[in-house]
């Protein structure tokens, strides 16, 4: 169970670093469950998970994204779930 655990924090971490390398080119992400049989989106970057259990960070420029009711905003018109 340990290695199991160790593994999949290896994992996390590998994805993390590269979603934040690949957030500062402002790509775009798309996460995919086991299962998925469909077309892959064309333009994206793809995360075929393991489970249905997925996370993602949000990092975004204040300059462009601003802060509060104006962030808010921007992340309802852009964020995709």
């Known amino acids: 169970m340990a290695k199991?655990?160790?593994?999949r924090?290896?994992?996390l971490e590998e994805r993390l670093r590269f979603e934040t390398?690949?957030?500062e080119i402002s790509a775009?992400?798309?996460n995919l469950p086991p299962d998925y049989k469909g077309d892959v989106p064309?333009?994206?970057f793809?995360?075929?998970?393991?489970?249905?259990?997925?996370?993602?960070?949000?990092r975004a420029?204040?300059?462009?994204?601003?802060?509060?009711?104006?962030?808010?905003?921007?992340?309802?018109?852009?964020?995709?779930?």
């Open 61 to 81: 420029n204040a300059a462009v994204v601003g802060f509060g009711d104006k962030a808010v905003k921007f992340y309802r018109d852009h964020c995709k779930v």
């Open 4 to 7: 199991l655990k160790q593994t």
């Open 46 to 58: 793809v995360f075929r998970s393991p489970t249905y259990l997925n996370f993602s960070f949000i």
């Open 42 to 44: 064309e333009g994206y």
């Open 28 to 30: 775009s992400f798309v």
């Open 9 to 11: 924090h290896h994992e």
């Open 21 to 23: 390398l690949l957030a």
